[in-house]
T-cell receptor, first 113, second 112 residues
Framework: NAGVTQTPKFQVLKTGQSMTLQCAQDMNHEYMSWYRQDPGMGLRLIHYSVGAGITDQGEVPNGYNVSRSTTEDFPLRLLSAAPSQTSVYFC????????????FGSGTRLTVV | QKEVEQDPGPLSVPEGAIVSLNCTYSNSAFQYFMWYRQYSRKGPELLMYTYSSGNKEDGRFTAQVDKSSKYISLFIRDSQPSDSATYLCAMRAAGNNRKLIWGLGTSLAVNP
Protein backbone atom coordinates (compact mmCIF):
# COMPACT_ATOMS: atom_id res chain seq x y z
CA ASN A 1 0.00 0.00 0.00
CA ALA A 2 1.20 3.51 -0.82
CA GLY A 3 2.12 5.60 2.15
CA VAL A 4 4.80 6.42 4.70
CA THR A 5 6.58 3.49 6.33
CA GLN A 6 8.45 3.88 9.60
CA THR A 7 10.70 1.35 11.26
CA PRO A 8 11.08 0.21 13.94
CA LYS A 9 7.68 0.57 15.66
CA PHE A 10 9.19 0.27 19.13
CA GLN A 11 12.70 0.75 20.49
CA VAL A 12 14.36 0.87 23.89
CA LEU A 13 17.77 2.50 24.07
CA LYS A 14 20.25 3.04 26.83
CA THR A 15 21.49 6.55 27.51
CA GLY A 16 24.36 7.36 25.19
CA GLN A 17 23.47 4.84 22.50
CA SER A 18 22.87 5.94 18.94
CA MET A 19 20.30 4.72 16.47
CA THR A 20 18.57 5.55 13.20
CA LEU A 21 14.83 5.77 12.73
CA GLN A 22 13.90 4.88 9.19
CA CYS A 23 11.26 6.59 7.07
CA ALA A 24 10.34 5.76 3.49
CA GLN A 25 7.52 7.01 1.26
CA ASP A 26 6.45 5.75 -2.16
CA MET A 27 4.28 8.68 -3.23
CA ASN A 28 7.08 10.73 -4.83
CA HIS A 29 6.52 13.46 -2.24
CA GLU A 30 9.09 16.23 -2.24
CA TYR A 31 8.56 17.44 1.30
CA MET A 32 9.35 15.18 4.24
CA SER A 33 9.54 15.94 7.92
CA TRP A 34 10.13 14.42 11.34
CA TYR A 35 8.01 15.25 14.38
CA ARG A 36 8.07 14.18 17.96
CA GLN A 37 4.86 14.02 19.97
CA ASP A 38 4.86 14.36 23.74
CA PRO A 39 1.92 14.69 26.16
CA GLY A 40 1.03 18.34 26.69
CA MET A 41 3.53 19.46 24.05
CA GLY A 42 1.79 18.40 20.87
CA LEU A 43 3.62 17.77 17.62
CA ARG A 44 6.99 19.48 17.37
CA LEU A 45 9.01 19.66 14.18
CA ILE A 46 12.53 18.24 14.45
CA HIS A 47 13.90 18.45 10.89
CA TYR A 48 12.43 18.72 7.43
CA SER A 49 13.48 18.38 3.81
CA VAL A 50 12.09 20.07 0.69
CA GLY A 51 13.81 17.65 -1.66
CA ALA A 52 16.73 15.27 -2.11
CA GLY A 53 19.92 16.83 -0.80
CA ILE A 54 18.14 19.65 1.06
CA THR A 55 17.41 19.56 4.78
CA ASP A 56 16.72 22.17 7.43
CA GLN A 57 16.11 22.41 11.15
CA GLY A 58 12.73 22.60 12.81
CA GLU A 59 11.97 23.85 16.30
CA VAL A 60 13.66 21.04 18.30
CA PRO A 61 16.67 19.84 16.25
CA ASN A 62 19.26 19.38 19.00
CA GLY A 63 20.48 15.81 19.37
CA TYR A 64 19.18 14.73 15.96
CA ASN A 65 20.66 14.54 12.47
CA VAL A 66 19.01 13.92 9.12
CA SER A 67 20.04 13.41 5.53
CA ARG A 68 18.06 13.06 2.29
CA SER A 69 19.99 11.24 -0.40
CA THR A 70 16.88 10.04 -2.28
CA THR A 71 13.32 11.32 -2.69
CA GLU A 72 11.97 8.21 -0.95
CA ASP A 73 14.04 8.02 2.25
CA PHE A 74 14.49 10.41 5.16
CA PRO A 75 16.25 8.75 8.13
CA LEU A 76 16.50 10.40 11.54
CA ARG A 77 19.64 9.74 13.59
CA LEU A 78 19.88 10.05 17.33
CA LEU A 79 23.52 10.77 18.03
CA SER A 80 23.72 10.04 21.77
CA ALA A 81 20.34 9.13 23.23
CA ALA A 82 19.12 10.94 26.34
CA PRO A 83 16.03 10.25 28.49
CA SER A 84 14.59 13.57 27.25
CA GLN A 85 14.35 11.98 23.81
CA THR A 86 11.81 9.44 25.04
CA SER A 87 8.88 10.19 22.76
CA VAL A 88 6.77 9.05 19.85
CA TYR A 89 8.36 9.99 16.54
CA PHE A 90 6.37 10.53 13.36
CA CYS A 91 7.58 10.94 9.81
CA UNK A 92 5.30 12.85 7.43
CA UNK A 93 5.40 13.78 3.77
CA UNK A 94 3.51 15.99 1.34
CA UNK A 95 3.58 16.94 -2.31
CA UNK A 96 4.25 20.59 -2.96
CA UNK A 97 2.00 20.83 -6.00
CA UNK A 98 -1.20 19.35 -4.58
CA UNK A 99 -3.26 19.91 -1.42
CA UNK A 100 -1.60 20.94 1.82
CA UNK A 101 -2.26 17.77 3.77
CA UNK A 102 0.51 15.60 5.12
CA UNK A 103 0.60 11.81 5.12
CA PHE A 104 1.94 10.45 8.38
CA GLY A 105 3.63 7.19 9.20
CA SER A 106 2.40 5.03 12.07
CA GLY A 107 5.15 6.22 14.41
CA THR A 108 8.11 4.90 16.39
CA ARG A 109 7.77 4.67 20.16
CA LEU A 110 11.20 5.31 21.63
CA THR A 111 12.15 4.87 25.27
CA VAL A 112 15.58 5.93 26.52
CA VAL A 113 16.57 4.49 29.88
CA GLN B 1 1.11 32.96 23.69
CA LYS B 2 1.03 30.08 21.24
CA GLU B 3 0.26 30.83 17.60
CA VAL B 4 -2.51 28.21 17.69
CA GLU B 5 -4.65 27.50 20.75
CA GLN B 6 -6.80 24.40 21.11
CA ASP B 7 -8.66 23.22 24.19
CA PRO B 8 -7.27 19.74 25.00
CA GLY B 9 -10.51 18.54 26.58
CA PRO B 10 -11.25 15.73 27.18
CA LEU B 11 -14.66 16.01 25.61
CA SER B 12 -17.20 13.26 26.29
CA VAL B 13 -20.52 13.11 24.43
CA PRO B 14 -23.30 10.55 23.91
CA GLU B 15 -23.65 8.79 20.57
CA GLY B 16 -25.63 10.88 18.10
CA ALA B 17 -24.61 14.23 19.59
CA ILE B 18 -23.31 17.15 17.54
CA VAL B 19 -19.69 17.84 18.41
CA SER B 20 -17.98 21.20 18.03
CA LEU B 21 -14.20 21.41 18.11
CA ASN B 22 -12.40 24.73 17.89
CA CYS B 23 -9.05 26.43 17.45
CA THR B 24 -8.01 30.04 17.62
CA TYR B 25 -4.91 31.51 16.03
CA SER B 26 -2.98 34.73 16.02
CA ASN B 27 -1.14 34.82 12.66
CA SER B 28 -3.25 36.58 10.04
CA ALA B 29 -1.00 35.13 7.29
CA PHE B 30 -2.44 31.64 7.75
CA GLN B 31 -4.38 30.57 4.66
CA TYR B 32 -4.59 26.76 4.87
CA PHE B 33 -6.54 25.27 7.74
CA MET B 34 -6.56 21.56 8.40
CA TRP B 35 -8.13 19.07 10.76
CA TYR B 36 -6.42 15.80 11.52
CA ARG B 37 -7.79 12.82 13.41
CA GLN B 38 -5.48 10.65 15.48
CA TYR B 39 -6.56 7.34 16.90
CA SER B 40 -4.72 5.97 19.91
CA ARG B 41 -1.22 4.71 19.01
CA LYS B 42 -1.62 5.75 15.36
CA GLY B 43 -0.32 8.58 13.23
CA PRO B 44 -2.52 11.60 12.47
CA GLU B 45 -4.61 11.38 9.32
CA LEU B 46 -5.93 14.32 7.36
CA LEU B 47 -9.68 14.73 7.81
CA MET B 48 -10.41 17.99 6.02
CA TYR B 49 -8.72 21.13 4.85
CA THR B 50 -10.00 24.58 3.90
CA TYR B 51 -8.31 27.32 1.99
CA SER B 52 -8.98 30.83 3.31
CA SER B 53 -12.44 31.51 4.75
CA GLY B 54 -15.70 29.66 4.45
CA ASN B 55 -17.22 26.28 5.06
CA LYS B 56 -16.48 22.84 3.73
CA GLU B 57 -18.67 19.79 4.22
CA ASP B 58 -17.77 16.11 3.89
CA GLY B 59 -20.43 13.68 5.05
CA ARG B 60 -20.97 14.17 8.78
CA PHE B 61 -18.06 16.61 9.06
CA THR B 62 -18.13 20.37 8.47
CA ALA B 63 -15.11 22.65 8.72
CA GLN B 64 -15.57 26.38 9.19
CA VAL B 65 -13.03 29.18 9.03
CA ASP B 66 -13.69 32.70 10.29
CA LYS B 67 -10.60 34.71 9.41
CA SER B 68 -12.00 37.93 10.84
CA SER B 69 -12.16 36.30 14.28
CA LYS B 70 -9.12 34.03 13.68
CA TYR B 71 -11.25 31.06 14.66
CA ILE B 72 -11.75 27.67 13.05
CA SER B 73 -14.24 24.93 13.90
CA LEU B 74 -14.92 21.31 13.10
CA PHE B 75 -18.47 20.04 13.54
CA ILE B 76 -19.31 16.36 13.70
CA ARG B 77 -22.97 15.47 13.22
CA ASP B 78 -24.52 12.24 14.46
CA SER B 79 -21.34 11.35 16.28
CA GLN B 80 -20.38 7.67 16.47
CA PRO B 81 -18.18 5.71 18.88
CA SER B 82 -15.76 5.31 15.97
CA ASP B 83 -15.24 9.10 16.08
CA SER B 84 -13.52 8.71 19.45
CA ALA B 85 -10.03 10.06 18.82
CA THR B 86 -7.86 13.11 19.27
CA TYR B 87 -8.56 15.91 16.79
CA LEU B 88 -5.72 18.24 15.89
CA CYS B 89 -5.98 21.49 14.03
CA ALA B 90 -3.08 22.68 11.89
CA MET B 91 -2.53 25.69 9.69
CA ARG B 92 0.04 27.39 7.53
CA ALA B 93 0.59 30.41 5.37
CA ALA B 94 0.35 30.32 1.57
CA GLY B 95 3.48 29.88 -0.53
CA ASN B 96 6.18 27.27 -0.68
CA ASN B 97 6.80 27.05 3.07
CA ARG B 98 5.09 23.78 3.98
CA LYS B 99 5.65 24.03 7.72
CA LEU B 100 2.50 23.54 9.72
CA ILE B 101 1.63 25.14 13.05
CA TRP B 102 -0.26 22.66 15.22
CA GLY B 103 -2.78 22.85 18.00
CA LEU B 104 -2.27 20.47 20.93
CA GLY B 105 -5.31 18.40 20.01
CA THR B 106 -8.71 17.79 21.63
CA SER B 107 -9.46 14.32 22.97
CA LEU B 108 -13.01 13.21 22.10
CA ALA B 109 -14.90 10.23 23.49
CA VAL B 110 -18.27 9.28 22.00
CA ASN B 111 -20.13 6.99 24.36
CA PRO B 112 -22.58 4.35 23.05
Amino acid sequence: NAGVTQTPKFQVLKTGQSMTLQCAQDMNHEYMSWYRQDPGMGLRLIHYSVGAGITDQGEVPNGYNVSRSTTEDFPLRLLSAAPSQTSVYFCASTQTTTGPGYTFGSGTRLTVV
Amino acid sequence: QKEVEQDPGPLSVPEGAIVSLNCTYSNSAFQYFMWYRQYSRKGPELLMYTYSSGNKEDGRFTAQVDKSSKYISLFIRDSQPSDSATYLCAMRAAGNNRKLIWGLGTSLAVNP
